[in-house]
């Protein structure tokens, strides 16, 4: 299944906005921690928290926005010993200039 693009790059900037409120609670001041720390839920976690969850959100909005546009970070995984390597010899031993397979080794 094909999703346009204005679907994930309007995913990938919500993502970018949410780890960008996750940086800016990480660098709240300390007054506002202790209020915070008060508080239960999201807001009472540690600042480092707050930056290391904004930070991995970037990554995966940034990474989204990268897939969006054409990257496959999959790409070279491909299995390369499936292939078969052809190639034509003007004249020689191979025959009257057919292709050669090569296997590879087993």
């Known amino acids: 299944m094909h999703l346009p693009a204005w679907i994930t790059l309007s995913c990938?900037?919500?993502?970018?906005?949410?780890?960008?409120?996750?940086?800016?609670?990480?660098?709240?001041?300390?007054?506002?921690?202790?209020?915070?720390?008060?508080k239960k839920g999201l807001f009472g976690l540690p600042r480092?928290?707050?930056?290391l969850i904004g930070v991995i959100y970037l990554l995966l909005g940034g990474g989204l926005i990268a897939?969006?546009?054409?990257?496959?970070?999959?790409?070279?995984?491909?299995?390369?010993?499936?292939?078969?390597?052809?190639?034509?010899?003007?004249?020689?031993?191979g025959g009257a200039g057919g292709a050669v397979e090569i296997q590879p080794g087993r």
């Open 67 to 93: 897939v969006t546009l054409g990257w496959n970070p999959l790409a070279g995984l491909e299995d390369r010993h499936q292939t078969t390597e052809t190639t034509a010899p003007a004249t020689g031993a």
């Open 12 to 38: 990938a900037t919500m993502v970018l906005l949410w780890g960008a409120y996750r940086i800016k609670l990480g660098v709240r001041s300390a007054e506002a921690e202790r209020q915070a720390i008060q």
């Open 48 to 51: 480092r928290t707050h930056l």
